[in-house]
C-alpha cells in the first residue's frame, strides 16, 4: 500500500515540476537614449542560458517568473532585471543601458631613461638561482678565460682590438673632424669680434650675412694660424685680398658658424 501511494505522489508532482520549470520566450531591445546597442550579453543566472544582441539590439530568450537577467557590455554599466508577472504577460523587454565611465588615475611624467635603463622593480628577481651546474650540465663548471691580449701584427706594433674597431667604423675620425671644426669656429669668432661687422660691411663690402662664410672661404688661405701668430697686419692684407675674389652667394650661415 505503501508503495502505490508513493508512486502516485510521484506521478502527480512530475506535471507540477514541469510547469515550474516550463519558460517562456520573450523579446526586447536595449538602448542607449534611444539608439540601439549590439553586442549585449544576456545570461539568465537561473538557467545559465545566455543571448547577443543583434545590430538592432534585439534579442530573444526564455525566462519564467523569478529568473534574474544580467545584461553586460564593455563600454556600458552592467544591469540585472527580474523577470515578473508583468514582463511575462507582455513578452517583451527594452532596457535601457547607461555608459561606462572610467576615471584614470593621475599620471606622473618622469625623465626619460635611456633605452638600457633597467628598472630594478621589474629585473631584480628573487627567486632560486638557476644555472648550468643548478640543472647538472655537462661542463657546468668550465670557465673561459676572458682574452684582453692586445691584436698583434707581423711587423711587431700591437693595437686595441676595440679601438681598431672604432677606426674601421669611422668614429674616431668623425670625432676628430667634429674637434677640429668647433675650434675652427672659435678661433673665427675671435677674428670677426677683433675686426667687427662695422670693418667686413663697410671698408670690405660684404653684406652681413656673408660674413660668416667669407670667413670660412679664408680657412684654406691659413688666417687662423696666421692671426694666432698675432700678426693681425697679415691677417688685414689677407681679409682684404681675398675679399675682392669672394662670390658673394646666398648661403645659409648657421651651417659655418653660429651667430652671437
Excluded: W
Excluded at 65 to 85: C, E, N
Amino acid at each position: 500500500m505503501k508503495k502505490l501511494l508513493a508512486i502516485f505522489t510521484f506521478l502527480i508532482s512530475i506535471p507540477i515540476l514541469e510547469a515550474q520549470e516550463k519558460r517562456t520566450f520573450i523579446t526586447g531591445t536595449t538602448v542607449l537614449d534611444s539608439l540601439a546597442i549590439a553586442d549585449v550579453h544576456i545570461v539568465n543566472k537561473n538557467s545559465n542560458i545566455g543571448t547577443i544582441t543583434n545590430d538592432h539590439g534585439f534579442f530573444e530568450i526564455p525566462v519564467k517568473i523569478g529568473d534574474t537577467l544580467f545584461y553586460s557590455h564593455l563600454k556600458y554599466k552592467h544591469k540585472q532585471i527580474v523577470i515578473t508577472d508583468s514582463i511575462i504577460s507582455a513578452r517583451n523587454l527594452n532596457i535601457q543601458l547607461e555608459e561606462n565611465t572610467i576615471v584614470l588615475k593621475e599620471i606622473v611624467l618622469e625623465k626619460q631613461e635611456s633605452i638600457f635603463y633597467r628598472d630594478p622593480k621589474i629585473t631584480t628577481y628573487k627567486g632560486p638561482v638557476v644555472n648550468a651546474a643548478k640543472l647538472n650540465l655537462p661542463y657546468a663548471n668550465t670557465t673561459i678565460n676572458e682574452d684582453k691580449s692586445l691584436v698583434k701584427f707581423r711587423s711587431g706594433a700591437s693595437i686595441n682590438l676595440g679601438n681598431l674597431i672604432n677606426t674601421i667604423n669611422g668614429n674616431k675620425k668623425r670625432e676628430k673632424q667634429l674637434k677640429e671644426m668647433a675650434l675652427e669656429d672659435t678661433e673665427l669668432e675671435k677674428i670677426r669680434k677683433h675686426f667687427t661687422d662695422d670693418f667686413f660691411i663697410t671698408d670690405l663690402k660684404i653684406q652681413k650675412v656673408y660674413i660668416n662664410q667669407f670667413l670660412n672661404d679664408c680657412i684654406d688661405k691659413n688666417i687662423i694660424r696666421i692671426f694666432k701668430r698675432d700678426n693681425k697686419l697679415d691677417v688685414l692684407k689677407l681679409l682684404m685680398k681675398e675679399s675682392k675674389l669672394f662670390p658673394r652667394k646666398i648661403v645659409n650661415e648657421d651651417l659655418y658658424l653660429t651667430d652671437h
